[in-house]
């Protein structure tokens, strides 16, 4: 298995305006750098194979098509919802739901994002499609640190709220000794499922 990094870099996102020119869509800058650790699956399989070999100071620039970004943009994923599902204390939840707003939903087994596009009478009108569905991306930055990643830092993406083991069967793993063994919380704050 390859060994996994600790990669800090500053770059320019850019994609195609409405003029089919280059438009920075985005700036991850040296003072507040992107930081992902290598093999986690935190970011673009390209992107990382495109900055994992690379030197501090290293520049680069590269394209990842939407085919290997986020894909191509789906019709299908712009759903009507009735507006009784977001209700809150029995009224529509207009401060957390309104047009732009990106709002988390549930299948009841995940949850992901929605951009919401439209508020009408009866429904609101939202957005599943990654914000980047159907650009290419260009990237263009500079490495700033690239190390082998510490056991803590591997551990602190895993388990981001510090839970130790699989905190989702307590049974089987939680390291707090006030963890309720019947499907309670961990003391470390990890939900039970």
Same mark, same amino acid.
């Given at each position: 298995?390859?060994?996994?990094?600790?990669?800090?870099?500053?770059?320019?996102?850019?994609?195609?305006?409405?003029? &089919?020119?280059?438009?920075?869509?985005?700036?991850?800058?040296?003072?507040?750098?992107? /930081?992902?650790?290598?093999?986690? &699956?935190?970011?673009?399989?390209?992107?990382?194979?495109?900055?994992?070999?690379?030197?501090?100071? !290293?520049?680069?620039?590269?394209?990842?098509?939407?085919?290997?970004?986020?894909?191509?943009?789906?019709?299908?994923?712009?759903?009507?919802?009735?507006?009784?599902?977001?209700?809150?204390?029995? @009224?529509?939840?207009?401060? $957390?739901?309104?047009?732009?707003?990106?709002?988390?939903?549930?299948?009841?087994? /995940?949850?992901?994002?929605?951009?919401? /596009?439209?508020?009408?009478? !009866?429904?609101?009108?939202?957005?599943?499609? $990654?914000?980047?569905?159907?650009?290419?991306?260009?990237?263009?930055?500079?490495?700033?640190?690239?190390?082998?990643?510490?056991?803590?830092?591997?551990?602190?993406?895993?388990?981001?709220?510090?839970? /130790?083991?699989?905190?989702?069967?307590?049974?089987?793993?939680?390291?707090?000794? @006030?963890?309720?063994?019947? &499907?309670?919380?961990?003391?470390?704050?990890?939900?039970?499922?």
């Amino acid at each position: 298995m390859a060994e996994n990094r600790f990669i800090s870099l500053s770059y320019d996102l850019f994609i195609k305006g409405d003029d &089919g020119e280059p438009s920075l869509y985005e700036r991850a800058p040296k003072e507040k750098p992107f /930081q992902f650790i290598s093999g986690v &699956g935190y970011t673009l399989d390209l992107f990382e194979k495109n900055v994992i070999n690379l030197k501090p100071k !290293d520049s680069f620039e590269f394209e990842i098509p939407c085919s290997e970004a986020y894909g191509e943009y789906d019709e299908g994923s712009v759903l009507e919802l009735q507006k009784s599902i977001f209700t809150r204390d029995g @009224k529509f939840d207009s401060e $957390h739901v309104r047009e732009g707003y990106i709002i988390p939903l549930s299948d009841g087994e /995940q949850t992901f994002n929605a951009i919401v /596009q439209q508020i009408r009478e !009866d429904v609101v009108v939202v957005d599943l499609n $990654h914000p980047l569905a159907g650009e290419d991306l260009r990237f263009k930055g500079q490495v700033i640190e690239n190390r082998p990643a510490t056991e803590k830092e591997i551990e602190a993406i895993l388990n981001p709220k510090g839970c /130790q083991g699989h905190c989702g069967n307590c049974k089987e793993g939680c390291s707090s000794e @006030k963890c309720d063994k019947e &499907g309670g919380d961990c003391e470390c704050g990890c939900k039970q499922s």
